[in-house]
């Protein structure tokens, strides 16, 4: 049987990597600013699936992931980095 979510049920492992980086930019990032940024360097994205990103509800593509890191300024692994599955083992 193939595994499309981690055990608590998200979709994906960035989310809450893509959540606390953002709120920790300075000056204050949105998630419809966050959108505007991606979609200005090229990915067709919109502040609901920010949302849906970050709460876990929603997929990422490696893609969005690759830009994410770059507007971040940190590494792909970082955005990956799985807090919760640390804390459970």
Excluded: W
């Excluded at 949105?30 to 699936?49: P, Y």
């Amino acid at each position: 049987m193939f595994k499309h979510q981690t055990k608590d049920g998200r979709r994906n492992l960035c989310g809450e990597q893509v959540r606390a980086l953002r709120l920790a930019m300075r000056p204050k990032v949105s998630q419809r600013k966050l959108a505007e940024m991606m979609q200005l360097k090229g990915v067709d994205i919109e502040k609901t699936a920010i949302r849906r990103m970050e709460s876990g509800e929603r997929y990422v593509t490696d893609i969005e992931l690759q830009l994410l890191a770059e507007i971040f300024g940190v590494s792909v692994e970082e955005l990956l980095h799985d807090d919760k599955a640390e804390r459970r083992e």
